[in-house]
């Protein structure tokens, strides 16, 4: 976790990361936390748009939603994670620091 907060676990779905067009309807990832009762609670979503030139000088690819320009690009967090842009959108918890904020300081989650 940062000192910043969390960001949630997230949940990828595979076949999105790759498609080309970002559609606000089809999340690639979705955020949840751990709750009292060992359930994970939805809290969020972000959305992942491969950087087409794999280029982190360059940002004629970025993408936005919502009128907010995705974050990046930035290196992959993971191995063989490409240069990518996202978007954290925290539709089901509070983020003090925005909605569009990627780290929220009330998600805390403990390693799975």
Avoid at 54 to 77: C, I, K
Avoid at 90 to 103: H, I, M, S, Y
């Amino acid at each position: 976790m940062s000192g910043l907060g969390g960001m949630g676990y997230r949940y990828v779905n595979p076949a999105l990361l790759m498609v080309p067009a970002v559609d606000a309807r089809q999340p690639e990832i979705l955020l949840y936390v751990p709750k009292a009762n060992g359930k994970r609670e939805l809290v969020g979503v972000e959305y992942f748009k491969v950087d087409e030139d794999q280029d982190l000088a360059t940002d004629s690819d970025r993408s936005s939603l919502f009128g907010q320009p995705f974050d990046g690009s930035m290196l992959g967090h993971a191995p063989g994670m490409p240069v990518h842009y996202d978007l954290h959108v925290w539709l089901w918890r509070d983020n003090p620091n925005g909605l569009f904020e990627a780290w929220n300081p009330s998600v805390v989650c403990p390693a799975p």
